[in-house]
C-alpha cells in the first residue's frame, strides 16, 4: 500500500483497502487526500455494521435529525442549494471531447486548477469517506463500479438507501480501473450544518477519466455522484458503445382482466409526472429514475433499474393521489426527508393533503414561521416545491417482483412525456422507430423547481436528458437510431402529454394516465386500432370510453375526447418551426430526424391549406 496512505488509515480501513487489492483505488484516494487533507481516511465495506455507522454518523455530524417515526430523519440543505445547479456544472473539455452547445463546459486544465483550489484543504477537521458502489444489479452485463468519496455522510446514507453495496463489485475489476469515482465536499459548514460557500458550488465532469467532482454543495443532485454525475458518465460511456444510459423509469403494466405484464420505461423531466407513471395504481415499479437500455442475444430491448432506491418529489404525496408512497411515508422504515417543515418531529409538505399544517417550525429558510418573508419580500412557503424523501424500493408495496433481476426487463414500450400547456395530445403512437426517436428529441417541458432557475419556461429537453447528455445532441441521436436498428423485436414508442390545458384548465385528471398507459399497453398487443394522423397514432374515442369505464367507472364523452385528442395544426407547425431552429444549431444531425420532421412538416402543412382550419379532429383523418 502506499505509504502516504498509511497515516490516515486506521486498521480496519486498512484491512478493506487491502483486500480490495486496487492500486488505481489507492492511488485516488492519495490524490483526494494530499488535496482535500482530511484528519482521516474511512473506507468502507458492505457489512450491516459499516451501513449502520452512516446512519449514525450521519446523525452525530447533525446532518440529519430523527424524526418521531422510528427510523425517519430530516436533513436541510442550505436555502441556496435546492435543486441542481445547471450553471455550476461543467464538463471538461480537452479537443477530443466534442459537445453540445447547450451543455456547460470548462477547458480540462482551468477547470481543474479552479476546482482543485476550492476542494484544497477542504475536508480539514472532518473525516474523508469511502464507499463501493454498484450500478445497475450487481454481477450483470448492466453492472457498473463507482467510488464514492464524500466529507458527508449524508451522502454515504443517501448512497446506501439509492444503490446497491459495490465492494464485492469492485473485487471482481482485479485491479483494474473501470470504475467512475466521484469526489464531494460540502465545503465549509455554516450553524445549521448547511454549505456557506453556495456561492462557489461547482461541479467539474472529467468524462474521459470517468471522474467527477463537486464541492459546495449538498442537495443530493449535486453531491450524490452515483446519481446525475453517473448519468452523465454512462451516457458519455454508452454513446462511445452501444446501449442506451436514460434519464428513464421502468415500469411493469398490468392491464386489467389480462394476465401479461408489459414493460414500459419512460422519460419525463424532473417534476413532471415520472414517479406518478411509475406508481400508476395497479402496474408494478422496478425503477423511477434513471435505466441503462442494452440489447440481449435475442435481439430484445432489455432495461434494468441503475438504483435500488427512490430520491422522489415529496410535494402532492397524499393519501388520494399517491396511498402507496404517502402510506410509507408515514409509518415506520429507514427513510430521509429533505426540506420540509418539521414541527414536534413531524414532517409536513406541500400538498400532503393535510388542514393542520402547522403555523412554526423549521424549515429550509431556517426557523420558520406563517408570513416570513425572504429577502425580496416574497412569503416563504412551508416546505419548498422540491422537497424530496429517500428511501429503499423495497419499502413499496407496488415493487416489481424483478425490479432485481441481473438480465434486466424486456422493455416493449417507451414514453416521452413534457409539461405542455398547449400542443401534444394525451398519448400518441409513434409511425416508426425513427419517429419515436424523433418524438423523444423534440420533447419540450416548462420548467420546474427540480432545477435552479425561472419556472413555467418552456424549455426543448431531448429525451428528459439533456441536461445530462455530455456527447454532441448528433450523436446521441445516432446512437438511438442505431440501437433501434440492431433490435429484432423493437419496443413501441408513445408521446404522453398529462398537462394539456384548454381555457386555462387541464383537460385531464391526475387519474386519467392510467388509461393512456393501458391504451399504449393495448397497442402493443394488436388489442385497438388507431387513427393515423401526421403526428402519430391517436387512440378511437370508442376504445378509451371503454377503457374509461372499466377502468376508473367514469363516463368519458365524445366532447373530453375532441378536446384532448384534436389535432392542434397551428401549434404543431410552431413547434416545427422551434425544432428547426434549435436542430440547425447542432452538428452532424442525423438524416433520418430530418426526413421525419419534414415529412411531418409537409402533412400538416397540406392539411392546413386544404382545411384553413387551426385544429382537426382525429376523424378528419382518414
Ligand atoms: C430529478 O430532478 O430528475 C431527480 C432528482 O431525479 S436530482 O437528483 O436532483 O436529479
Ligand atoms: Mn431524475
Not at 484491512?15 to 485516488?28: A, F
Not at 443530493?220 to 458518465?233: E, F, H, Q, T, Y
Amino acid at each position: 500500500m502506499l505509504s502516504t496512505l498509511l497515516q490516515f488509515l486506521d486498521q480496519r480501513s486498512r484491512g478493506v483497502l487491502d483486500s480490495l487489492g486496487n492500486s488505481h483505488v489507492e492511488k485516488q484516494l492519495v490524490d483526494f487526500a494530499k488535496l482535500c487533507r482530511p484528519s482521516r481516511i474511512v473506507v468502507l465495506g458492505d457489512s450491516k455494521q459499516e451501513i449502520q455507522y452512516i446512519r449514525e454518523l450521519a446523525k452525530e455530524r447533525r446532518e440529519e435529525t430523527p424524526l418521531k417515526i422510528r427510523g425517519h430523519t430530516i436533513h436541510f440543505d442550505g436555502a441556496n442549494d435546492l435543486a441542481r445547479d445547471l450553471g455550476s456544472t461543467k464538463v471538461l473539455t480537452t479537443p477530443i471531447v466534442k459537445l453540445s452547445k447547450r451543455i456547460n463546459s470548462i477547458d480540462r486544465d482551468a477547470g481543474l486548477s479552479e476546482i482543485f483550489s476550492l476542494l484544497e484543504g477542504s475536508m480539514a477537521g472532518k473525516d474523508m469517506l469511502v464507499k463501493f458502489y454498484c450500478l445497475g444489479p450487481t454481477n450483470s452485463r448492466f453492472s457498473l463500479c463507482a467510488m464514492q468519496v464524500s466529507d458527508s455522510p449524508y451522502v454515504i446514507h443517501s448512497e446506501d438507501l439509492l444503490y446497491r453495496q459495490g465492494y464485492r463489485q469492485f473485487k471482481k475489476l482485479q485491479g483494474t480501473n473501470k470504475f467512475f469515482s466521484f469526489l464531494h465536499s460540502a465545503g465549509e459548514l455554516d450553524e445549521r450544518n448547511t454549505t456557506k460557500n453556495y456561492s462557489k458550488r461547482r461541479i467539474y465532469i472529467d468524462v474521459t477519466e470517468g471522474k467527477v467532482y463537486s464541492v459546495n454543495n449538498q442537495y443530493a443532485g449535486n453531491s450524490v455522484g452515483l446519481k446525475k454525475l453517473a448519468l452523465r458518465l454512462a451516457i458519455y460511456k454508452a454513446n462511445h458503445e452501444d446501449w442506451l444510459a436514460e434519464h428513464m423509469l421502468i415500469s411493469g403494466v398490468h392491464p386489467l382482466d389480462k394476465k401479461r405484464v408489459t414493460y414500459f420505461v419512460g422519460a419525463y423531466p424532473s417534476a413532471c409526472g415520472k414517479t406518478s407513471t411509475a406508481m400508476i395504481p395497479g402496474n408494478t415499479i422496478v425503477g423511477d429514475d434513471i435505466a441503462y437500455l442494452r440489447k440481449d442475444k435475442e435481439g430484445k430491448c432489455r432495461a434494468a433499474n441503475i438504483e435500488q432506491g427512490i430520491f422522489g418529489i415529496i410535494q402532492d404525496v397524499n393519501p388520494k393521489d399517491d396511498p402507496l408512497i404517502y402510506s410509507a411515508l408515514t409509518t415506520p422504515r429507514e427513510l430521509i426527508f429533505s426540506n420540509v417543515l418539521v414541527t414536534d418531529g413531524t414532517p409536513y409538505w406541500l400538498g400532503m393533503g393535510r388542514k393542520d399544517i402547522p403555523e412554526r417550525g423549521v424549515n429550509f429558510s431556517g426557523d420558520w414561521w406563517k408570513g416570513k418573508k425572504d429577502k425580496n419580500d416574497a412569503e416563504i412557503p412551508f416546505a419548498h416545491p422540491n422537497a424530496r424523501y429517500t428511501m429503499r424500493l423495497s419499502e413499496l408495496e407496488n415493487v416489481d417482483p424483478h425490479y432485481e433481476d441481473k438480465t434486466g426487463v424486456i422493455v416493449q414500450g417507451i414514453l416521452y412525456g413534457g409539461r405542455d400547456s398547449d400542443t401534444n395530445v394525451p398519448i400518441s403512437e409513434a409511425l416508426s422507430w425513427e419517429h419515436g426517436v424523433y418524438m423523444g428529441a423534440t420533447l419540450e417541458s416548462e420548467t420546474t423547481s427540480a432545477i435552479i432557475g425561472k419556472t413555467g419556461v418552456r424549455r426543448h429537453d431531448p429525451m428528459a436528458n439533456m441536461d445530462f447528455v455530455v456527447v454532441p445532441l448528433g450523436k446521441y441521436l445516432e446512437n438511438h437510431l442505431k440501437f433501434g436498428k440492431r433490435l429484432s423485436q423493437k419496443p413501441r414508442v408513445f408521446a404522453t402529454n398529462y398537462f394539456l390545458k384548454n381555457n386555462g384548465k387541464y383537460t385531464n385528471t391526475k387519474l386519467d394516465k392510467k388509461i393512456w398507459i393501458l391504451w399504449a399497453e393495448g397497442r402493443i398487443h394488436n388489442d385497438y386500432d388507431a387513427i393515423r394522423t401526421p403526428i402519430g397514432f391517436l387512440p378511437k374515442y370508442e376504445d378509451l370510453k371503454d377503457l374509461f369505464q372499466r377502468v376508473l367507472g367514469r363516463n368519458y364523452s365524445k366532447q373530453e375526447y375532441l378536446e384532448q385528442f384534436s389535432v392542434r395544426v397551428s401549434r404543431y407547425l410552431e413547434k416545427i418551426s422551434r425544432m428547426e431552429e434549435y436542430f440547425e444549431k447542432e452538428t452532424d444531425i442525423p438524416k433520418e430526424f430530418w426526413d421525419v420532421l419534414h415529412v411531418q412538416k409537409n402533412e400538416l402543412t397540406k392539411v392546413k391549406e386544404k382545411t384553413m382550419k387551426e385544429i382537426l379532429p382525429p376523424d378528419h383523418f382518414p
